[in-house]
């Protein structure tokens, strides 16, 4: 685990002496668009058109932000058009690699060994961390945008003259309610569980760990009634939510410390992770051995001996019965 520094990598972990034993994010630093014309999006510049075979997708199969890019790419019938590569799940001294016996890792456009090498490729003089989801313009050569939330929103309605898909997972009529529980969602739930795991003092993690849990308490009361997060509708809400609940009792439960309860201990938020899960082709996006072997594996600071669980057996393809919810 580390960051580039002038275009040199250093291996380093998180420093939380600052933020006396808080994690801080830090936010994604390449924010541009693909947009149907190539006309410049809402940040950053101008010239990524959407154009088929023109984009390449780098994820891990482990992490919750990168999870959220392949589930849009199968929801927008994306797959013949961007193509992907898979990072190793084991993140050490050199960060995300390439390098590994799995057949699914491989770095499909350059032949690369390390994640900081495309981002030098992009800048070769950058400072920051390396960080999947990266969305890559094979055609100039480099760096779209490494914000997830970005780059689910570009693949929502940028490809559509393309695949000729119009599903809308952000439709403008509810786009300040999404908005609204996706920054309650992102603080004390998808950031949240981080936030608990990655703490350095009692302090910070007991009040990330209860925020997360109030969150998720009032999710549950949320999903009493409704199937979906927001006006009864799958939107881009609930995606942003599913990939944490998924990880949430293999994971975050034992390993990050989120133990007050399990997800499966919510007759609601674990019948809804269910239902998502079920959607159509979204099984095909997640992999339990590369989140299982990332966390526990990777992050030698909080399990020095790198031993995985075994559990738990969860059947995500059991019945949910939430369909009876309409609104
Ligand atoms: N804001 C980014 C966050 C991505 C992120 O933090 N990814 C993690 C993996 S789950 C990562 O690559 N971490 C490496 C690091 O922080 O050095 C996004 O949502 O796209």
């Known amino acids: 685990m580390g960051l580039l520094i002038d275009g040199q ?39 990524f058109k959407a154009e088929s075979g023109r984009y390449h997708l780098y994820v891990s199969l482990a992490c919750p932000w990168a999870h959220r890019t392949l589930i849009f790419r199968k929801l927008k019938q994306l797959e013949a058009h961007i193509d992907v590569s898979v990072v190793d799940p084991d993140m050490l001294d050199q960060g995300w690699s390439f390098l590994s016996q799995r057949p699914e890792v491989e770095e499909r456009v350059y032949g690369l060994e390390f994640m900081h090498q495309l981002y030098t490729k992009n800048d070769k003089s950058y400072s920051g961390r390396v960080t999947v989801p990266v969305l890559w313009d094979k055609q100039t050569a480099q760096i779209v945008s490494n914000e997830s939330s970005e780059i689910i929103r570009m693949f929502n309605n940028a490809f559509n003259h393309i695949t000729g898909d119009s599903s809308d997972y952000y439709p403008h009529a509810l786009r300040s309610e999404i908005d609204e529980i996706n920054d309650f969602v992102y603080h004390n739930i998808n950031n949240g569980v981080y ?13 990330a760990v209860h925020d997360l849990f109030e969150a ?13 997060l927001v006006a009864g509708q799958l939107t881009e809400a609930d995606w942003r939510l599913f990939t944490t609940l998924l990880r949430f009792d293999s994971v975050y439960h034992g390993h990050f410390k989120c133990n007050i309860k399990q997800i499966e201990d919510y007759p609601n938020l674990s019948a ?24 526990y594996f990777s992050h030698t600071m909080i399990n020095p001996t790198q031993v995985v669980p075994e559990g738990p057996n969860i059947d995500y393809l059991s019945g949910h019965n939430r369909h009876r919810l309409s609104l």
Do not use: C, M
Request: aromatic share 14%.
């Open 216 to 228: 998720l308490d009032e999710i549950e009361t949320r999903l009493a009634n409704t199937r979906y």
């Open 9 to 47: 990598w250093h291996d380093k972990w998180y420093d939380t002496k600052r933020s006396k034993g808080k994690f801080e994010r830090e936010s994604a630093k390449l924010r541009n668009w693909i947009t149907p014309d190539g006309r410049e999006g809402a940040t950053g510049k101008g010239g």
């Open 272 to 295: 809804y992770l269910r239902d998502l899960y079920q959607h159509a082709g979204i099984a095909e996006t997640v992999n339990f051995e590369h989140i299982k072997r990332h966390y």
């Open 195 to 207: 936030k608990a795991g990655f703490a350095t003092t009692q302090d910070a993690y007991r009040i």
